[in-house]
């Protein structure tokens, strides 16, 4: 979602006379779009404020002024720290208040030396006031759904970004045609909880996400679709059938379980128990069975015990994730987990991490290796380390690099895989 916010802001940056910078020291405005989910990713933006203070004040010596701006989700929860901590920042704007980009900017033109802070959540939908959307290459991102009302104990989501909200079906149809008409021949739908979608129609009529996906494949040159991130107590037989009948979407689904145990999975105020994740993933499995999952994991969650622990790496060899995300729990200041008893001690994070990761990885590598020898069309999004060599994506989301002409890139081209490791496969184009 910040990938996609980022480049919807450089849109309406370089509508509004920007241009990229080749690097810092030659940035007259350095924006930094933050991520609130975990301590680290929080702690990271004031580290890196320093640094860019320090490169102000170089240029401020050569008479050059620079503008710091901090966007995002850290903005939302942090704002006063960000005034405490970082008072040199000119200006801090929320996750859904950045279309008011250029205002700001106009503002701190003509009043310098104080922060201006905008973190509403404003009546206006942010998506109405931004400028056309167009594609950065063969993939885009396509926000349809912002916000959250399930309040998963450990998240930070529903306070930061508010909410659960759905664009209408006409206004994502005219992104995506735009999309289309500049070069994205992949669309992938964004939501922290894209399958909860229930925008209006033109008609006024509220639609689900299977409804968005069938008008969108209907689209000329639609290659590929693929929509992320699920909620799995949401997923319906509606968008189940959509995998058995859409051939532009992707064969491959991120279904966050968080924890294979129900003790675990309650305290964690999930909608779904295991029993109802796997009968979700059998279903989903039965419409097309070239499906393969990936999943998120959370590890020491306030009470988690060795066996809800050994609960988790059971479900992962049962449905076989072909790549995945595990995080170790971070204690979020505001959330009800935070002050949960059952604390779990860092040292047994790390140690279950290593475990579970271990086990996933083993599984991603098997199902690598099980490419090789196979063909798939991939997707080129860019340039390879090496000469001549470029990098894209099969369907199952995996990297792929091979010898290419550059002209391939931003296409589809079938590539037959000779070599595969954890991370990524190698091919030939034929
Ligand atoms: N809406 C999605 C997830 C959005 S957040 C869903 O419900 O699945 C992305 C991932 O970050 C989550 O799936 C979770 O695994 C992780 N995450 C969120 N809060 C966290 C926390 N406090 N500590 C560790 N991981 C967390
Ligand atoms: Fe956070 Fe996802 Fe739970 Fe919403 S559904 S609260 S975004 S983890």
Do not use: W
């Not at 960000?82 to 033109?109: N, Q, S």
Request: glycine share 6%.
């Amino acid at each position: 979602m910040n990938v996609y916010d980022s480049h919807r802001m450089a849109v309406i940056l370089e509508n509004f006379g920007y241009e990229p910078a080749a690097n810092q020291a030659d940035a007259d405005l350095v924006l930094f779009n933050t991520c609130h989910i975990r301590e680290k990713a929080a702690e990271k933006v004031f580290s890196d404020l320093g640094r860019a203070y320090l490169i102000k004040q170089e240029r401020a010596e050569k008479g050059q002024n620079t503008v710091i701006g901090v966007t995002g989700c850290v903005v939302q929860a942090e704002d006063e720290e960000i005034a405490k901590r970082a008072p040199y920042v000119d200006f801090a704007l929320g996750p859904l208040t950045y279309h008011r980009l250029p205002e700001i900017l106009t503002k701190i033109g003509r009043k310098r030396g104080e922060t201006i802070i905008d973190t509403d959540f404003p009546a206006e939908a942010k998506f109405d006031f931004l400028p056309e959307n167009r594609s950065e290459g063969g993939c885009s991102f396509l926000a349809v759904q912002e916000g959250c009302n399930n309040f998963c104990t450990y998240c930070v989501v529903p306070y930061t970004r508010g909410a659960e909200y759905s664009r209408p079906v006409a206004e994502v149809v005219d992104e995506a045609k735009h999309l289309l008409e500049t070069g994205t021949l992949e669309i992938n739908l964004l939501g922290q909880n894209v399958n909860s979608y229930h925008g209006e129609d033109e008609s006024g009529k509220e639609r689900n996400l299977a409804y968005l996906l069938r008008r969108l494949a209907e689209l000329d040159g639609l290659k590929r679709l693929r929509y992320t991130t699920s909620y799995p107590a949401d997923v319906d037989d509606d968008l189940i059938a959509c995998h058995r009948d859409l051939g532009q979407l992707m064969p491959y689904l991120h279904l966050p379980v968080q924890s294979g145990a129900d003790k675990i999975l309650k305290a964690m105020n999930r909608r779904h128990d295991r029993k109802l994740y796997l009968e979700v993933i059998e279903k989903l499995k039965k419409a097309n069975d070239k499906l393969r999952f990936s999943s998120d994991f959370i590890v020491g969650f306030p009470g988690e015990s060795d066996e809800d622990f050994n609960k988790t790496l059971s479900l992962v060899r049962e449905v076989e994730y072909i790549q995945a995300f595990s995080f170790k729990y971070s204690r979020r200041p505001g959330t009800p987990a935070a002050v949960m008893p059952g604390q779990v001690e860092e040292k047994v994070k790390k140690e279950r991490l290593d475990i579970l990761q271990n086990l996933l990885f083993d599984y991603q590598t098997k199902f690598n290796e099980s490419c090789i020898g196979k063909v798939f069309e991939v997707l080129f999004e860019q340039k390879g380390r090496h000469k001549g060599q470029l990098i894209g994506r099969t369907p199952y989301m995996q990297n792929l690099h091979a010898k290419a002409d550059k002209n391939m890139l931003n296409n589809i081209v079938k590539v037959r895989v000779t070599d595969a490791t954890t991370n990524s496969l190698s091919g030939e184009v034929i």
